[in-house]
C-alpha cells in the first residue's frame, strides 16, 4: 500500500482546475461563434485536424461537419466523455475526442494534421515553450496553426476583464507560474514560436471577435454560472467568500456583465475581442 502510493503520480493542477467545473455550462453560450470562426478558416476540403483545448466540441463539431477528420484532445476527462457524447448524438464518426496534455501530445505522432486548432484551449496549459513545440511537431510541414487567445488588459474582452477581475479575489500563483495571458501579447506569442523553429515571417496576429450569446439568460445569469462553472471564477467566488469579499467580486463582474452586454433588455450578447494567431508552416 505504501509502495503504490508513493509510485502514484502527483495531481495535475491544471487538470484540477478544468475538470473542477463543468465548462459545458458556459460553452453553450459560444456555439454561435465557435461555428462562425470555423466558416472563416474556409475549409474547401476534408482535412485532418486537431482541435486542441477543445472543450465538448464547440469548434470540433463544426470542423467535423466539414466532412474533415477531427481529433479532440483535453486534459479534462468530463469534458472528453461530453464531446464524445455530442458527437455521438450527431453521428460524426469522423470526431473522436480523448484525454491529453497541451504540453506533451506524446500519443499523437510527429506531422499528423493538417490544421491544429485551439481556441482559448492551449494558452491555459503551464509551459507556454511546449504547447508552441508540440503543436509545430504534430502539423504537417505545409499546414497550418490557428489559435485564438485572449488579450490581456483589452478593455473589449470581456473574458480578460474577467479574468483580471478573478485573479485579483484569488490566492497568489506559485512560484514559476507562466500567465497564460501571455499567449495574447505579440512579443510572446513571437517567441514561443520561433524558439519552435518558426520563422517571423510565417507568423500572422489579427484581433477578432468571439461572443457571448444567449437569448434566455440575463448578465446576472452568465455570473452565476460563471461562479458555478468556470474553474478560474470559482476559485476566486471560493476564496472571496473565505476573505468576506462575495459581494464585492459580485459586484464588479455584474458591473462588466452589463456594462459589455448588447441585447438590450434581454438575454446577453457580449463580444470580447481576441488574437487570432496564424502560424503557415
Same mark, same amino acid.
Given at each position: 500500500?505504501?509502495? /503504490?502510493?508513493?509510485?502514484?503520480? =502527483?495531481?495535475?493542477?491544471?487538470?484540477?482546475?478544468?475538470?473542477?467545473?463543468?465548462?459545458?455550462?458556459?460553452?453553450?453560450?459560444?456555439?454561435?461563434?465557435?461555428?462562425?470562426?470555423? %466558416?472563416?478558416?474556409?475549409?474547401?476540403?476534408?482535412? +485532418?485536424?486537431? #482541435?486542441? !483545448?477543445?472543450?465538448?466540441?464547440? %469548434?470540433?463539431?463544426?470542423?467535423?461537419?466539414?466532412?474533415?477528420?477531427?481529433?479532440?484532445?483535453?486534459?479534462?476527462?468530463?469534458?472528453?466523455?461530453?464531446?464524445?457524447?455530442?458527437?455521438?448524438?450527431?453521428?460524426?464518426?469522423?470526431?473522436?475526442?480523448?484525454? !491529453?496534455?497541451?504540453?506533451?501530445?506524446?500519443?499523437?505522432?510527429?506531422?499528423?494534421? #493538417?490544421?491544429?486548432?485551439?481556441?482559448?484551449?492551449?494558452?491555459?496549459? =503551464?509551459?507556454?515553450?511546449?504547447?508552441?513545440?508540440?503543436?509545430?511537431?504534430?502539423?504537417?510541414?505545409?499546414?497550418?496553426?490557428?489559435?485564438?487567445?485572449?488579450?490581456?488588459?483589452?478593455?473589449?474582452?470581456?473574458?480578460?476583464?474577467?479574468?483580471?477581475?478573478?485573479?485579483?479575489?484569488? @490566492? @497568489? =500563483?506559485?512560484?514559476?507560474?507562466?500567465?497564460?495571458?501571455?499567449?495574447?501579447?505579440?512579443?510572446?506569442?513571437?517567441?514561443?514560436?520561433?524558439?519552435?523553429?518558426?520563422?517571423? $515571417? +510565417?507568423?500572422?496576429?489579427?484581433?477578432?471577435?468571439?461572443?457571448?450569446?444567449? /437569448?434566455?439568460?440575463?448578465?446576472?445569469?452568465?455570473?452565476?454560472?460563471?461562479?458555478?462553472?468556470?474553474?478560474?471564477?470559482?476559485?476566486?467566488?471560493?476564496?472571496?467568500? +473565505?476573505?468576506?469579499?462575495?459581494? $464585492?467580486?459580485?459586484?464588479?463582474?455584474?458591473?462588466?456583465?452589463?456594462?459589455?452586454?448588447?441585447?438590450?433588455?434581454?438575454? &446577453?450578447?457580449? =463580444?470580447?475581442?481576441?488574437?487570432? &494567431?496564424? &502560424?503557415?508552416?
Amino acid at each position: 500500500m505504501i509502495k /503504490q502510493a508513493l509510485e502514484s503520480k =502527483p495531481e495535475n493542477p491544471n487538470k484540477t482546475l478544468w475538470e473542477k467545473g463543468d465548462f459545458t455550462e458556459i460553452a453553450s453560450l459560444m456555439r454561435r461563434s465557435g461555428e462562425e470562426l470555423v %466558416t472563416n478558416l474556409g475549409i474547401k476540403s476534408p482535412l +485532418k485536424i486537431l #482541435d486542441l !483545448g477543445s472543450g465538448d466540441g464547440t %469548434t470540433a463539431i463544426p470542423l467535423a461537419r466539414t466532412g474533415s477528420e477531427v481529433v479532440g484532445i483535453d486534459i479534462a476527462r468530463n469534458l472528453v466523455d461530453a464531446g464524445n457524447k455530442r458527437a455521438k448524438e450527431e453521428v460524426l464518426s469522423n470526431l473522436k475526442f480523448q484525454e !491529453g496534455d497541451a504540453c506533451n501530445l506524446k500519443e499523437v505522432p510527429d506531422h499528423s494534421f #493538417d490544421l491544429t486548432l485551439s481556441i482559448f484551449g492551449a494558452m491555459f496549459a =503551464p509551459k507556454p515553450f511546449d504547447v508552441a513545440s508540440e503543436m509545430v511537431r504534430v502539423t504537417k510541414q505545409g499546414g497550418r496553426i490557428v489559435m485564438g487567445n485572449w488579450i490581456p488588459n483589452d478593455p473589449t474582452s470581456f473574458v480578460s476583464q474577467l479574468l483580471k477581475i478573478s485573479a485579483s479575489f484569488s @490566492p @497568489p =500563483p506559485p512560484e514559476g507560474f507562466v500567465s497564460p495571458m501571455t499567449w495574447g501579447m505579440k512579443s510572446y506569442v513571437m517567441d514561443y514560436f520561433v524558439r519552435a523553429g518558426v520563422k517571423e $515571417e +510565417k507568423i500572422s496576429l489579427l484581433k477578432d471577435k468571439y461572443s457571448f450569446i444567449s /437569448q434566455d439568460k440575463s448578465p446576472e445569469d452568465l455570473i452565476e454560472l460563471l461562479g458555478k462553472f468556470y474553474g478560474p471564477t470559482m476559485n476566486a467566488f471560493e476564496a472571496a467568500e +473565505k476573505n468576506g469579499k462575495l459581494h $464585492e467580486l459580485r459586484k464588479q463582474l455584474m458591473e462588466l456583465a452589463n456594462e459589455q452586454n448588447q441585447s438590450g433588455n434581454v438575454g &446577453v450578447s457580449i =463580444p470580447a475581442t481576441f488574437l487570432k &494567431v496564424i &502560424v503557415d508552416l
